[in-house]
């Protein structure tokens, strides 16, 4: 897979996850996930390149315990092992 095809089937699952995608402009230093109110939200730094974005996004989904619960496609799912590892 392609870089940014792993990178929206990540924005796909971290929907599934229950947070709202903002694709931001925030200069290069910026991105994540985070939580306001009750909402997760996920923020995608558009000054990055997608390699970037997708370790952001995949950092964040990381982090969330509800991942345990949703169905994780195989080929995302070794993504998220391989990138942890490295």
């Known amino acids: 897979m392609y ?3 792993i990178l929206d089937a990540a924005l796909r699952l971290a ?3 229950g947070y709202q995608v903002r694709h931001e402009w925030l200069g290069g230093n910026g991105g994540g996930g ?4 009750g909402r997760k939200l996920l923020f995608v730094d558009l000054a990055l390149s997608p390699a970037e974005q997708l370790d952001r996004v995949l950092d ?4 969330d ?3 345990r619960d949703i ?4 080929p995302l799912s070794d993504t998220l092992r391989r ?3 490295a």
């Open 65 to 67: 315990p509800s991942l």
């Open 3 to 5: 870089t940014a095809e």
């Open 83 to 85: 990138r942890k590892s």
């Open 60 to 63: 964040a989904l990381r982090r």
């Open 15 to 17: 929907e599934n996850a």
């Open 71 to 74: 169905a994780v496609p195989d």
């Open 34 to 37: 985070c939580e306001l109110k």
